[in-house]
């Protein structure tokens, strides 16, 4: 059953081929609205038998926000078992909570953190695109990651243009959340406009206007920068609508449009 | 007095729940989630049961007025009550002061008047013939009630708990002033937390851990911020695979708007305390019950452990009052009615010419 955010994320297709094979995936939110459930539809979906069943999907989820109990409680009730999948081989999850507090502030042990991250990740998709999988990369959230690295946002922009290599070389895809707000009150935000620019489909969850609503818990904004073509970027899509998030599944509508 | 409502989640799991209930202060919750009490049933009630265990609370403090520390007194005192330990840090020289101020919890006997106040208030609208099965009902649970195992007690803000009490307590005290580093402090928390790592079976206790002003001024570390950061995401990181709640309040004030909002964002439950300026004009017009309000309590997030459902109050902003000058209590604020006369509309009225935050209230 397909929904707007499916649709805006070109999910909504018949193709055998998962649609986001080679792009990347920004998704940003505020402290007012989370959007982590954007993150757990785009897992839910990629892990379905639906779309695997052409094609091996693997999913990497590499976790600075929480432990693998709270993922595993909140896809199990979006129906979606991720300890079957891991023990099949098709769900890799890369703890990153348990890292430890260095004694010193160091910028190079932050830095060196993520170098063996990286590692980590590319040996784990040379060794699922042996098998012809299907790669995924979640990335839950860069805030943190920015926080490992000691506020380094270089060590971090480096990891992620070397994620961004892993799109092209292998065509996984790569979806990573961020909280846009930490930015906004600087002058240059380096590392969002980079990451921003890096990107080709930026969503943002956004409290509404009016304030909170139970009905309504926020609104979307999904831009598809479209495929580049000789004479540019062509066919950009901006999609806006509401949503509302239960436990099973999340309503998307546009505004008005609730019932 | 309105009292505040929350949604519970539509998704209920049927969790046996006499596991959590054997261990006195720990109750369970939606989503096999466990929870604390803060002390104070109003906010408890605004949280949807608690705090949960595994995580982390933020209170953002108002430079001008310490209403921060009730929240934390009440929370210290409850853990105190249900005996379980507590780690309390702050940038005092001598943090052990601090628990002779903490309030004791009401007797029993206090209750019984309490409850008789309001069992006769009750009484006149409740027809005669009906009046004898109440009077049945209040004997019972008067004679079950004991501190121990109620879930959140109230405290008499005006009567410090007394020293017997404190002394057969396992409590650690740690001031940060001194510290050069944050590391000793994340290893005070580290080893506390060691005794409630979560387990498959049956909890054993609970935790609290207290840290108040973190980022105060006079900490050597202030201006370290990824450090104070890199700390709180290891603290969070310990918190989640712990039977432990952390409080800990900061002055956002004081620190950059984006470090500030990469704390908030860390937090999973996150509230913020205000100070009422005290002879505002506009805002006596605005509310009832001004003149008894001391500040304003706002909840910004509230913890979503094991689900992706948010929870959104109806009201995000409360009052915070003291109950006859000693329980505290948080209300709804309600809008005074609008005179006619005075010709001032409800949108110029909302703002608080006094106070320099210049904030609207979230009714």
Request: with cysteine; net charge neutral.
């Amino acid at each position: 059953m397909d929904n707007l955010l499916d649709r805006a994320l070109g999910l909504d297709g018949r193709s055998d081929r998962w649609p986001l094979r080679g792009k990347l995936v920004l998704v940003e939110d505020c402290v007012e609205t989370g959007g982590a459930f954007v993150i757990h539809h785009i897992i839910k979906r990629f892990l379905s038998p639906q779309s695997s069943a052409f094609s091996n999907n693997s999913l990497i989820l590499v976790a600075f926000s929480q432990p693998l109990s709270h993922y595993d409680r909140v896809l199990r009730k979006l129906g979606c078992n991720l300890v079957a999948q891991r023990d099949n081989n098709r769900f890799l999850f890369f703890d990153m909570l348990n890292l430890r507090f260095p004694d010193r502030e160091d910028a190079k042990i932050g830095s060196s953190v993520l170098v063996s991250l990286f590692e980590k990740i590319y040996n784990a998709v040379c060794a699922l695109s042996a098998e012809n999988s299907c790669i995924t990369i979640v990335i839950d959230d860069i805030a943190l990651m920015e926080v490992v690295a000691n506020g380094s946002s270089d060590s971090v922009l480096d990891f992620l243009h070397y994620c961004r290599t892993l799109t092209s070389e292998f065509d996984c895809s790569v979806v990573a959340l961020n909280h846009g707000d930490i930015y906004s009150s600087m002058e240059k935000p380096m590392l969002m406009l980079n990451l921003e620019y890096l990107s080709n489909i930026l969503v943002r969850a956004e409290p509404l206007a009016t304030g909170s609503v139970v009905d309504v818990h926020g609104q979307l904004m999904v831009f598809d920068k479209g495929e580049r073509d000789r004479q540019g970027t062509s066919g950009s899509k901006i999609h806006n609508f509401h949503f509302r998030v239960k436990e099973n599944s999340v309503d998307f509508f546009y505004p008005g449009g609730r019932g | 007095m309105a009292t505040p409502k929350t949604r519970a989640s539509s998704f209920s799991r049927n969790i046996p729940s006499t596991a959590a209930s054997q261990v006195p202060g720990v109750k369970s919750g939606p989503n096999g989630t466990l929870f604390l009490s803060s002390g104070i049933s109003d906010l408890d009630k605004i949280l949807g049961g608690g705090f949960p265990l595994g995580s982390l609370v933020v209170v953002m403090e108002d430079p001008e007025a310490p209403h921060h520390m009730l929240l934390l007194r009440n929370f210290m005192s409850q853990g105190l009550v249900h005996n379980q330990p507590l780690l309390y840090a702050s940038p005092a020289k001598d943090p052990r002061g601090f628990l002779g101020t903490l309030p004791s919890p009401v007797s029993s006997k206090d209750d019984k008047s309490l409850d008789r106040d309001s069992e006769q208030e009750k009484g006149l609208r409740i027809a005669w013939q009906y009046k004898k099965y109440f009077g049945e009902n209040q004997q019972n649970s008067n004679s079950q009630r004991d501190n121990k195992f109620e879930y959140c007690n109230e405290f008499d803000l005006r009567k410090p708990v007394q020293r017997q009490f404190l002394s057969g307590q396992r409590i650690e005290c740690i001031s940060t002033q001194d510290s050069p580093d944050l590391a000793a402090l994340h290893d005070r928390c580290a080893s506390f937390l060691k005794q409630f790592l979560k387990t498959d079976g049956n909890i054993s206790g609970a935790g609290r851990i207290a840290i108040q002003s973190f980022c105060a001024p006079q900490c050597t570390y202030f201006e370290q911020e990824w450090r104070v950061l890199s700390f709180i995401r290891s603290l969070r990181s310990m918190i989640r695979s712990s039977n432990a709640v952390v409080i800990l309040s900061f002055p956002p004030s004081l620190l950059s708007l984006s470090f500030s909002k990469r704390l908030q964002h860390m937090a999973d439950t996150l509230l913020s305390v205000r100070a009422i300026p005290d002879e505002d004009k506009d805002l006596a017009k605005l509310l009832t019950g001004y003149q008894d309000m001391i500040g304003l309590l706002s909840v910004h997030k509230v913890a979503r452990i094991n689900t992706q459902v948010p929870v959104i109050l109806e009201a995000a902003t409360f009052s915070m009052k003291l109950q006859k000058r000693k329980f505290l209590v948080l209300e709804c604020l309600n809008q005074a009615p609008v005179d006619g006369s005075s010709g001032t509309s409800y949108a110029t009225s909302g703002s608080c010419s006094g106070s320099s935050k210049g904030r609207s209230l979230d009714f």
